[in-house]
T-cell receptor
Framework: KQEVTQIPAALSVPEGENLVLNCSFT??????LQWFRQDPGKGLTSLLL?????REQTSGRLNASLDKSSGRSTLYIAASQPGDSATYLC????????????FGQGTELSVKP | GEEVAQTPKHLVRGEGQKAKLYCAPI?????VFWYQQVLKNEFKFLIS????????ETGMPKERFSAKCLPNSPCSLEIQATKLEDSAVYFC???????????FGPGTRLTVL
């Protein structure tokens, strides 16, 4: 059974810092991995999708990497801003699991001005 | 539309009452997924559709939960005889194909009293 873990559960950093959020999964048989952002009381905003054949994806100040064999992904946020404060979730789509996503517990990020 | 739409935003029901939630996927997307967020960051997959056909229902508590996606109508998730533990935010997501990026709606917060 696929399990997804995110570390740390919470992170507080001063504005301007570069930071890394970690995601690990137990079954390396995945089609893709998706990073989301969730603001309090809101829905999920898709940030990046990495296919299993890819090593990384970039969007603006965000860079996500994938090491499928070791079951790990990282989300790198450069030059963090207070507006980046949110909960970040990673989710994997497993092979032969239909299209459903298995979510981690999330990392709650707070960027202090 | 360009976004996944969910109605209502909030729903309050007494224990034992019926609840019905609606989702309009992004135009042109063939797949619809329903997820339940019970605790702060705990997402549980419920059911998915490929057009009007059930694709994967492995997460559905079949006794009281049912769902439909009919042509030219919003998809729906219905809970008969709600229980306190059904209190959660229910998210709908859609994708072009089963393996593509999933886009989430804003969610429906169900409170069972």
């Amino acid at each position: 059974k696929q399990e997804v873990t995110q570390i740390p559960a919470a992170l507080s950093v001063p504005e301007g810092e570069n930071l890394v959020l970690n995601c690990s999964f137990t079954d390396s048989a995945i089609y893709n991995l998706q990073w989301f952002r969730q603001d309090p009381g809101k829905g999920l905003t898709s940030l990046l999708l990495i296919q299993s054949s890819q090593r990384e994806q970039t969007s603006g100040r965000l860079n996500a990497s994938l090491d499928k064999s070791s079951g790990r992904s990282t989300l790198y946020i450069a030059a963090s801003q207070p507006g980046d404060s949110a909960t970040y979730l990673c989710a994997v789509r497993g092979v032969n699991q239909g299209g459903k996503l298995i979510f981690g517990q999330g990392t709650e990020l707070s960027v202090k001005p | 539309g360009e976004e996944v739409a969910q109605t209502p935003k909030h729903l309050v029901r007494g224990e034992g009452q019926k609840a019905k939630l609606y989702c309009a996927p992004i135009k042109g997307h063939s797949y619809v997924f329903w997820y339940q967020q019970v605790l702060k960051n705990e997402f549980k997959f419920l059911i998915s559709f490929q057009n009007e056909n059930v694709f994967d229902e492995t997460g559905m508590p079949k006794e009281r939960f049912s769902a439909k996606c009919l042509p030219n109508s919003p998809c729906s998730l219905e809970i008969q005889a709600t229980k306190l533990e059904d209190s959660a935010v229910y998210f709908c997501a859609s994708s072009q194909s089963g393996g593509d990026e999933q886009f989430f709606g804003p969610g429906t917060r169900l409170t069972v009293l």
